[in-house]
């Protein structure tokens, strides 16, 4: 069964503190795997996409990086607006679909 | 704002009663979906729309649930003698980038 575990649960930077996210997962193919940030009631925004094992993608303070069985999303001196819940989600091949499988997320808080 | 708006953005309804929600994705994206998300938790693919075929069911989806995509445009989800297990965000997406507002269902 194909699935996404994100650690840790929640983490609290200092402002400028830098940072890693992971997030593991278990899919029978990759299609592509994706970070999202999501503000408390609001939908998630979308990051970024990665496609292949080595694969690395970059915004602003933000750079994902992807092997055959994790995902990184690294923070690079945080501010304050960085604060969100940060998702991962995979999407696997097969199917008729091409629906997201999510993990639970990574609750950031980023203190001035 | 990705483009995608869900209406109403909040609902408080009682258990027993029906309520629906539309979604109004950007209008050249033809794949749609509908998710649910509860607190704490990620959002959970509940269907999908190709134009206006729907394509995909989650076992999520009992028979209370039904979507549909009249001439592939906008979506609507009805929840039909809503359960307070039903209290979530129901969240449409236009394709993987653009995710609507969602909508949070509450019963009381």
């Known amino acids: 069964e194909d699935q996404v575990t994100q650690s840790p649960e929640a983490l609290r930077l200092q402002e400028g503190e830098s940072s890693s996210l992971n997030c593991s997962y278990t899919v029978s193919g990759l299609r592509g795997l994706f970070w999202y940030r999501q503000d408390p009631g609001k939908g998630p925004e979308f990051l970024f996409t990665?496609?292949?094992a080595g694969e690395e993608k970059e915004k602003e303070r933000l750079k994902a990086t992807l092997t055959k069985k994790e995902s990184f999303l690294h923070i690079t001196a945080p501010k304050p607006e960085d604060s969100a819940t940060y998702l991962c989600?995979?999407?696997?091949?097969?199917?008729?679909?091409?629906?997201?499988?999510f993990g639970t997320g990574t609750l950031l808080a980023v203190q001035p | 704002d990705t483009g995608v708006s869900q209406n109403p953005r909040h609902k408080i309804t009682k258990r027993g009663q029906n309520v629906t929600f539309r979604c109004d994705p950007i209008s050249e994206h033809n794949r749609l979906y509908w998710y649910r998300q509860t607190l704490g938790q990620g959002p959970e693919f509940l269907t999908y729309?190709?134009?206006?075929?729907?394509?995909?069911k989650s076992r999520l989806l009992s028979d209370r649930f039904s979507a549909e995509r009249p001439k592939g445009s906008f979506s609507t989800l009805e929840i039909q003698r809503t359960e307070q297990g039903d209290s979530a965000m129901y969240l449409c997406?236009?394709?993987?980038?653009?995710f609507g507002p969602g909508t949070r269902l509450t019963v009381l």
């Open positions: 990665l496609y292949s």
């Open positions: 989600a995979v999407q696997a091949f097969g199917g008729a679909t091409n629906k997201l499988i």
């Open positions: 997406a236009n394709n993987e980038q653009f």
């Open positions: 729309f190709q134009n206006e075929a729907q394509l995909e």
